[in-house]
């Protein structure tokens, strides 16, 4: 997991103010939402992708990893605001708040082609203007690299793209060193769209080393505080109501 299971984003003091637990609470969530979606799309729903045959429906795998990969690219925008809020809240902020040492600036440039997908995504309409000008789908195009467990062995690109494609496409023209040490099974993901490419590989790279220097520096500044405990989950229980029979469950593969 990204974060530690004694994070102080996930168990901040008990006497820090609402405003910063709510902001840290945030910023867990936004880096959580980003490792899990990636570690499964790189460790399952790519390397079930390159196992089908060709014959073999993958739309559901498709939309499986298109899934994950945007929900990365929302958590990355929805982190981005909170870190602003973070640096940004505030005529002037105080040394002793929580991020006072992260590099804000690295991260904003880090992260420029996420928000640029963001902001395509989020204004979608205007692709309907020029479809043409675009190269990729709607949704856009995964492309990854397959690294074998053996070395040496070949790398294999895979581009899968969202949807039609109404212009001919290739694999992004990379130089070969971008690809050296490749990590199996899957590597270098990438997600194209609207003419943008960014590298979610890089995004889970660059979010992990904040985050562990963020953890650092709430370590130093809430040493000694009495912390907030782990949270689960509340189920109510109800008695049925007599004479009344359970609606039937929904089969969404069921046809009319």
């Known amino acids: 997991m990204m974060l530690r299971v004694d994070s102080p984003l996930l168990l901040p003091p008990r006497a820090l103010n609402e405003r910063h637990v709510v902001m840290l609470d945030g910023i867990a969530r936004s880096c959580l939402i980003m490792d899990h979606a990636y570690r499964r799309l790189v460790g399952e ?34 982190m981005d605001q909170l870190l602003r ?33 963001r902001n395509g995504i989020q204004h979608v309409a205007n692709r309907l203007e020029q479809p043409s000008k675009y190269q990729n789908p709607l949704w856009g195009s995964l492309q990854w690299v397959a690294a074998a467990y053996v070395y040496p062995a070949p790398l294999r690109v895979f581009v899968m793209p969202s949807g039609p494609q109404l212009r001919e496409m290739s694999a992004r023209t990379v130089a070969t060193g971008e690809f050296a040490g490749a990590r199996p099974p899957v590597d270098c993901v990438t997600l194209q769209a609207f003419n ?16 562990h220097t963020l953890e650092g520096q709430l370590d130093a500044q809430f040493d000694g505080l009495p912390r907030r405990g782990h949270f689960g989950f509340f189920h109510l229980e109800f008695e049925p109501i007599l004479g009344k029979a359970p609606r039937s469950p929904v089969d969404p593969d069921a046809k009319e």
């Open 45 to 78: 729903t790519l390397v079930r992708i390159m196992e089908l045959a060709v014959d073999v429906d993958m739309e559901p795998h498709r939309t499986a990893a298109l899934l994950d990969a945007w929900a990365i690219v929302d958590a990355a925008n929805r």
């Open 196 to 211: 943008r490419f960014a590298s979610l590989t890089k995004l889970i790279e660059c979010v992990t080393s904040l985050v």
């Open 85 to 117: 809020y973070m640096f940004e809240h505030g005529p002037k902020r105080e040394a002793s708040e929580p991020g006072s040492g992260i590099d804000y600036t690295k991260w904003v440039e880090d992260t420029h082609d996420i928000r640029a997908l």
